[in-house]
């Protein structure tokens, strides 16, 4: 189908929640992509931080295919040897003690806030409901979700929202203690804010949550939706700085592509949930689990180093380019601020064959964690050339 045609007939079907780039991918390898015109592109995007190992990875489809020519659903009244063995495999390398599998980020999130309320209910009674979270935060598009996502513009036309959420300012410790009261249950943030602008949490900040939790006995949420999986260099983020979340929240990478989320909870939290009181059908689906356990068998201390090397290799150059004026993230999560206007550098980028993406005013870079060099090379090429 012609480009044009593929433009009329999304216009005409689908709903309009999305402003598109004038842009259909037929096809892909690694982190090299195919228009329905045949250009290419070299992907800086991976389907906003999804295909970890690049398009059509060979290991994984092989996981998914031999999975699905097996059992490609099994209700979640029955047991899942995949659903075991990827929960095993995300106990093992956490220390985590339990996991709950969901379909998306903002789903994980959801039992998250679920789990820690009623870990309060259980302890404290019904007051005790109250859940921290950053400004500039982003958790989601449920309700509970974006009433966690600490930014004004996410607070409009779907009210009421839900009770029971305050937002702290970002690395500002004063700010979070000022907000704990008799009624507060837990906090909830990201260490890199993604969405809001790649902005870096401090570790000092991070360690004086958790003892503030601590204290407390607050739940401390970590969502790793966008920033886990290895996307920073460290298998979650959070073990950079050897904190110790209560709950854990992944999605987008882990999946490698399909969707599949996952809540992680400690000793503490790990018999807050009983039978009945959660649970998603397609939750744990075999062939997203066989895919899942494909990428987290290749996620191990020898593939972060090269992650942290690329990573490396993109900030190092593209701090020499023109025009850059600040470089903000963590591993192959890189937000870079320019003077140019950042609408009209991503356009650019695309009309050059690159993928690249917006958070706030940055481009925003987050490439699959197996991207080749001479990918990565190719695509900074364009950045330089589009940046001058
Ligand atoms: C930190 C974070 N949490 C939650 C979400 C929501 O994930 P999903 O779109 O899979 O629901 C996102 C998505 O960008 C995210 O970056």
């Known amino acids: 189908m012609e480009f044009s045609k593929i433009k009329y007939e999304d216009n005409k079907y689908i709903l309009n929640s999305y402003k598109r780039f004038d842009l259909a991918i037929k096809s892909g390898k690694g982190s090299t992509l195919y228009s329905v015109d045949d250009k290419k592109y070299i992907d800086f995007s991976s389907g906003i931080a999804v295909n970890?190992?690049?398009?059509?990875?060979?290991l994984w489809v092989k996981a998914i295919t031999k999975q699905a020519r097996n059992l490609q659903h099994v209700s979640n009244l029955y047991y899942s040897m995949p659903q075991i063995q990827l929960a095993k495999m995300l106990c093992s390398k956490t220390k985590m003690k339990k996991v709950f599998f969901a379909n998306s980020g903002a789903e994980a999130n959801e039992g998250a806030i679920k789990a820690a309320r009623k870990y309060s209910f259980d302890k404290y009674g019904s007051n005790r409901y109250e859940i921290i979270t950053l400004k500039n935060s982003f958790h989601g598009r449920t309700m509970a979700t974006l009433t966690a996502t600490g930014q004004d513009s996410f607070h409009q036309f779907f009210g009421p929202f839900l009770e029971g959420f305050k937002y702290a300012k970002a690395n500002d410790i004063d700010s979070v203690k000022s907000l704990v009261t008799k009624a507060t249950c837990a906090i909830m943030l990201e260490t890199v804010q993604g969405e809001g602008g790649v902005l870096n949490l401090e570790e000092?900040?991070?360690?004086?949550?958790?003892?503030?939790?601590?204290?407390?006995?607050?739940?401390?949420?970590?969502d790793e939706v966008q920033t886990g999986n290895g996307r920073t260099g460290y298998f979650y983020s959070y073990m950079e700085y050897n904190l110790k979340p209560n709950i854990v929240t992944t999605a987008k990478g882990l999946g490698g592509g399909l969707p599949i989320g996952a809540i992680l909870f400690d000793a503490k939290l790990e018999n807050t949930i009983g039978y009945g009181q959660h649970g998603s059908t397609f939750g744990g689906?075999?062939?997203?689990?066989?895919?899942a356990i494909s990428i987290l068998k290749r996620v191990n201390d020898a593939f972060l180093e090269e992650v942290k090397a690329k990573s490396k290799l993109i900030f190092d150059t593209v701090k020499t380019f023109k025009n850059v004026e600040d470089i903000s993230g963590k591993g192959l999560m890189i937000g870079v601020k320019t003077s140019l206007n950042v609408d009209e550098v991503v356009n650019s980028c695309l009309e050059k064959g690159l993928l690249v993406l917006k958070a706030k005013d940055k481009i925003r870079i987050l490439p699959a964690?197996?991207?080749?060099?001479?990918?990565?090379?190719e695509g900074l090429a364009i950045l330089k050339e589009i940046l001058k």
């Not at 000092?204 to 970590?222: A, P, Q, S």
């Not at 964690?369 to 090379?377: A, D, F, Q, R, V």
């Open 52 to 58: 970890c190992f690049g398009m059509a990875d060979s």
């Open 204 to 222: 000092d900040f991070l360690k004086e949550v958790e003892k503030i939790c601590k204290k407390n006995d607050l739940v401390f949420i970590i």
């Open 285 to 291: 689906n075999p062939i997203a689990a066989a895919g």
């Open 369 to 377: 964690l197996n991207i080749s060099y001479e990918e990565l090379e």
